[in-house]
């Protein structure tokens, strides 16, 4: 039997549990930041070895106030890696400072750390490593240059939920580390994030910013224990989780192992089959670390291939397959082209990646059969070429 409904990338696994916590809430009438909120940053404080968790409606929030908190913005500098979604360096713009790229590794795809140390000046403040796909950054590395800096390190972990670097999972390493529960991430609560460090103050301060800067009694003012003042203490943000999410994010995490199996599985079956095709196939362990497996990335390389990778895509979209693009490396994009001068030819390694590399659906949503519709397509698309 073949199945022809259109394979949509990125798509999550909602079971039953989560529907009825929903559901729950709703009923119980607490539908914004309450105890399900907190059940939620306990299970990821505990699961990645952090000992404070503040969640917040998206990871972007959390790059942002990660910033602020740690006191970084106009006149200030951030380095992090071009191969990232936009929201990496857009946070860093939102805190005042300047986003300075430097390029990849070719293989991991991640920041080159070799490079780091001559895009430093005396305004660099932190490095912002992303752990592209869910492969660990070289993080022993990266807190060695810190450390000869004093620099901040913030993780924009948005692809990496469960990894771990040496032994160590991502979000108990660093000053700051932000994920992301966004529609096509590891788990999801449709939008949020959460920022675990292991700095009480930091947290702290990510807390009250997250809720307009109020002090913390505001945050319990409509409870049952009476009505209380609070103090604005910063002008904040407006980035506090609902327990509508968290309702959905406990039971993901709670299945964060299963979840993890599925996409091993269909990474395995991805590189069996795909590995005598002419383009290039995704690198996994390094170095002992565990990848999180987040995105299945192979690139398609019109000389060897017989097609461009947006070729490539149209053809998987005709055939039924969504596919996604990680990424056009920031520098690339308009604003950053026209105020901040960057051009192309800057970062040509991630250029490189850029315009060859594709995504191919890795939810643990896929199952066997579209698994293999998957392959016989690519298979069909580039043999046929
Ligand atoms: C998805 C993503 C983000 C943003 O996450 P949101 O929760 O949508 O704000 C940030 N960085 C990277 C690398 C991402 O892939």
Redesign the pocket.
């Given at each position: 039997m073949t199945n022809n409904k259109y394979i949509v990338f990125g798509s999550p696994l909602i079971e039953e549990e989560e529907i009825n916590e929903v559901v729950d809430s709703l009923k119980s009438g607490w539908i914004g930041t309450g105890p399900k909120v907190a059940r939620f940053e306990n299970l990821i404080k505990d699961y990645v070895g952090a000992k404070y968790a503040v969640a917040l409606?998206?990871?972007?929030?959390?790059?942002n106030l990660s910033l602020i908190s740690l006191g970084i913005g106009a006149g200030d500098e951030v380095i992090t890696t071009p191969l990232?979604?936009c929201?990496?360096a857009n946070?860093i713009i939102h805190s005042g400072a300047k986003p300075v790229f430097v390029d990849i590794d070719e293989k991991s795809m991640n920041i080159d750390v070799s490079k780091i140390e001559q895009a430093i000046t005396k305004k660099t403040k932190a490095i912002m490593p992303?752990?592209?796909a869910g492969r660990p950054c070289e993080m022993d590395a990266i807190r060695a240059i810190a450390l000869k800096y004093d620099l901040k390190v913030i993780e924009?972990a948005?692809?990496a939920l469960g990894a771990e670097y040496r032994g160590k999972k991502i979000g108990g390493i660093s000053d700051i580390t932000?994920?992301?529960?966004?529609v096509?991430?590891n788990i999801v609560t449709g939008?949020?994030?959460m920022i675990t460090t292991n700095d009480e103050k930091v947290a702290d301060k990510i807390k009250i910013l997250s809720l307009h800067g109020m002090s913390r009694d505001a945050w319990h003012r409509y409870s049952d224990s009476g009505y209380k003042h609070y103090q604005v203490e910063y002008p904040g943000y407006k980035y506090n989780m609902m327990d509508l999410q968290a309702a959905i994010g406990i039971h993901q995490i709670a299945k964060i192992d299963r979840l993890d199996q599925r996409r091993q599985e269909l990474w395995d079956f991805y590189n069996e089959e795909l590995k005598g095709l002419p383009i290039t196939l995704p690198t996994r362990e390094m170095d002992g670390c565990k990848h999180a497996l987040?995105l299945y990335t192979i690139l398609v390389d019109k000389e060897r291939a017989g097609l461009s990778r947006d070729e490539f895509m149209q053809e998987m979209h005709e055939r039924g397959i969504g596919s996604g693009v990680?990424?056009i490396p920031v520098h690339m994009h308009k604003y950053y082209q026209e105020k901040l001068n960057y051009k192309k030819g800057d970062y040509p390694v991630a250029e490189y990646i850029g315009d060859r590399t594709v995504s191919i659906p890795l939810s643990a949503k896929i199952t066997t059969e579209e698994a293999e519709k998957i392959v016989d397509t690519i298979k069909n698309i580039i043999e046929k070429k």
């Open positions: 409606n998206s990871c972007t929030a959390g790059l990232t979604f929201a990496t946070s992303v752990h592209f924009d948005a692809h932000c994920f992301s529960f966004y096509t991430k939008e949020g994030g987040h990680h990424f």
